[in-house]
C-alpha cells in the first residue's frame, strides 16, 4: 500500500513496453494511452481513485478495484502512487501478471519509493518473479537520481532527522487512538530539535538545495521547515530563502506553495493555494482563502492538482470527509 500526502508527486509520462529476453518472465507490455483520451473531470477522476483505494482496502475486494484503475489508466491518470496501488490491488486480486504490468508502468512514470518497494506486503507474490527485480532496479534507479548531492553527510543528516519527524508523527495516531499528551510532547521535541538544528544549517548554507543535499533532502528540508510551527519567524525567514532556491530552480515551486500557504495562516491570513485545512462540524475544509475563484489557476502554476484533487487525497489519507470549499473570509 502506499498512501502519500504529496506529499504526493506525480510526472505525467507515457509507460512503454518491456522486452525480455525468452528465458525471463517478462512483462506485459503497457497498452499505450488513447490518442484522444476519454474526458473527465479532475473531481471525477478523483472519485475513481477514492473509491478504488476503498474497494481494496477498506472493503477487502481488490479484484472489483481493477475495473476502476483500468478505467483511470483509459482517462490518462499516469500518477506513479495510483499506479503502484493499481499494482497492490491486482497482487492482493491474485492477477500477477497485471500487477507487474501496474508496477512496469509505476516505474515509467517515476515510481522512486524503493525501500518501500522492497517491503511492501501486498507485493510479497511478486517478489520471487525475475520482471519483478527488473522493476525493482528502475524504481532504484529513480531513487538514485533524488540522492545526488554534493554534500553526503549533511543529506544523510536531514534524511535521518526526516524519519524521526515522520516517526513521531505516525506514533500519533496508532490503532485510531486519539494522541497521548507523551506523545504529543515527544513531537513537540522532535520539532523543536529539528528546528534548532536547521537554523545552524541555514546559518552556515543558506537553504539547503538540491545541488548540495539532493533533492529528496531538499525537500526533506522543507518538510521540517512546514513543521517549525513552534517558531513562526523562522518560518518566515525560510520562506525568502525558498523562494530565491525556487527561483534559481533549486527548491520545486509546488513545496513553496505550501510553506506559503503555512505562514499565512500562521500569521492569521488568508491563504493563496488552498493547501491548508482544519476541521469544521466533522469535515476537513480549506482555510479561508484568497481569491478563492482562481485558486486552481494558482495551483496549476505551480504543478498542483485542482483544490477538489487535494480535498479527495485528504479525505483518503485522513479517512474523514473532505470538501474543497472554503471557509469564508473573514469580514
Same mark, same amino acid.
Given at each position: 500500500?502506499?498512501?502519500?500526502?504529496?506529499?504526493?508527486?506525480?510526472?505525467?509520462?507515457?509507460?512503454? #513496453?518491456?522486452?525480455?529476453?525468452?528465458?525471463?518472465?517478462?512483462?506485459?507490455?503497457?497498452?499505450?494511452?488513447?490518442?484522444?483520451?476519454?474526458?473527465?473531470?479532475?473531481?471525477?477522476?478523483?472519485?475513481?481513485?477514492?473509491?478504488?483505494?476503498?474497494?481494496?482496502?477498506?472493503?477487502?475486494?481488490?479484484?472489483?478495484?481493477?475495473?476502476?484503475?483500468?478505467?483511470?489508466?483509459?482517462?490518462?491518470?499516469?500518477?506513479?502512487?495510483?499506479?503502484?496501488?493499481?499494482?497492490?490491488?491486482?497482487?492482493?486480486?491474485?492477477?500477477?501478471?497485471?500487477?507487474?504490468?501496474?508496477?512496469?508502468?509505476?516505474?515509467?512514470?517515476?515510481?522512486?519509493?524503493?525501500?518501500?518497494? #522492497?517491503?511492501?506486503?501486498?507485493?510479497?507474490?511478486?517478489?520471487?518473479?525475475?520482471?519483478?527485480?527488473?522493476?525493482?532496479?528502475?524504481?532504484? #534507479?529513480?531513487?538514485?537520481?533524488?540522492?545526488?548531492?554534493?554534500?553526503?553527510?549533511?543529506?544523510?543528516?536531514?534524511?535521518?532527522?526526516?524519519?524521526?519527524?515522520?516517526?513521531?508523527?505516525?506514533?500519533?495516531?496508532?490503532?485510531?487512538?486519539?494522541?497521548?499528551?507523551?506523545?504529543?510532547?515527544?513531537?513537540?521535541?522532535?520539532?523543536?530539535?529539528?528546528?534548532?538544528?536547521?537554523?545552524?544549517?541555514?546559518?552556515?548554507?543558506?537553504?539547503?538545495?538540491?545541488?548540495?543535499?539532493?533533492?529528496?533532502?531538499?525537500?526533506?528540508?522543507?518538510?521540517?521547515?512546514?513543521?517549525?510551527?513552534?517558531?513562526?519567524?523562522?518560518?518566515?525567514?525560510?520562506?525568502?530563502?525558498?523562494?530565491?532556491?525556487?527561483?534559481?530552480?533549486?527548491?520545486?515551486?509546488?513545496?513553496?506553495?505550501?510553506?506559503?500557504?503555512?505562514?499565512?495562516?500562521?500569521?492569521?491570513?488568508?491563504?493563496?493555494?488552498?493547501?491548508?485545512?482544519?476541521?469544521?462540524?466533522?469535515?476537513?475544509?480549506?482555510?479561508?482563502?484568497?481569491?478563492?475563484?482562481?485558486?486552481?489557476?494558482?495551483?496549476? #502554476?505551480?504543478?498542483?492538482?485542482?483544490?477538489?484533487?487535494?480535498?479527495?487525497?485528504?479525505?483518503?489519507?485522513?479517512?474523514?470527509?473532505?470538501?474543497?470549499?472554503?471557509?469564508?473570509?473573514?469580514?
Amino acid at each position: 500500500m502506499h498512501r502519500l500526502i504529496a506529499l504526493l508527486v506525480g510526472l505525467i509520462l507515457s509507460a512503454c #513496453a518491456h522486452t525480455a529476453a525468452p528465458a525471463e518472465s517478462p512483462v506485459p507490455p503497457a497498452a499505450p494511452a488513447p490518442a484522444v483520451a476519454p474526458q473527465a473531470s479532475a473531481a471525477e477522476r478523483a472519485a475513481l481513485v477514492t473509491k478504488a483505494e476503498q474497494l481494496t482496502y477498506d472493503e477487502k475486494k481488490p479484484a472489483e478495484a481493477l475495473p476502476l484503475y483500468r478505467q483511470l489508466w483509459d482517462l490518462g491518470e499516469r500518477k506513479p502512487t495510483v499506479l503502484y496501488n493499481a499494482a497492490c490491488a491486482a497482487s492482493l486480486a491474485g492477477q500477477k501478471q497485471e500487477a507487474l504490468q501496474w508496477l512496469e508502468r509505476a516505474a515509467d512514470a517515476g515510481l522512486d519509493t524503493s525501500q518501500h518497494l #522492497a517491503t511492501d506486503p501486498d507485493l510479497a507474490p511478486l517478489r520471487d518473479d525475475p520482471a519483478f527485480a527488473r522493476v525493482a532496479e528502475k524504481v532504484k #534507479a529513480n531513487d538514485d537520481k533524488k540522492n545526488v548531492a554534493a554534500d553526503p553527510a549533511l543529506r544523510d543528516e536531514v534524511l535521518k532527522r526526516v524519519e524521526v519527524d515522520q516517526e513521531a508523527r505516525r506514533a500519533l495516531f496508532v490503532n485510531g487512538q486519539k494522541p497521548t499528551p507523551e506523545k504529543l510532547e515527544r513531537l513537540k521535541q522532535v520539532d523543536e530539535d529539528n528546528t534548532q538544528w536547521l537554523k545552524e544549517v541555514i546559518a552556515k548554507h543558506g537553504w539547503p538545495t538540491r545541488t548540495l543535499v539532493g533533492e529528496r533532502a531538499s525537500k526533506g528540508v522543507w518538510l521540517m521547515v512546514q513543521h517549525a510551527d513552534l517558531d513562526r519567524p523562522f518560518q518566515k525567514e525560510a520562506l525568502a530563502l525558498m523562494e530565491k532556491a525556487v527561483a534559481a530552480g533549486e527548491a520545486q515551486g509546488k513545496d513553496l506553495a505550501y510553506l506559503t500557504d503555512r505562514v499565512l495562516v500562521g500569521e492569521g491570513k488568508p491563504q493563496r493555494y488552498g493547501t491548508q485545512f482544519t476541521e469544521k462540524d466533522g469535515v476537513m475544509v480549506p482555510q479561508p482563502i484568497e481569491d478563492a475563484e482562481q485558486v486552481d489557476a494558482r495551483r496549476a #502554476a505551480v504543478g498542483l492538482g485542482t483544490l477538489e484533487e487535494y480535498a479527495a487525497q485528504m479525505q483518503r489519507t485522513y479517512s474523514k470527509p473532505a470538501s474543497a470549499k472554503p471557509l469564508p473570509l473573514a469580514k
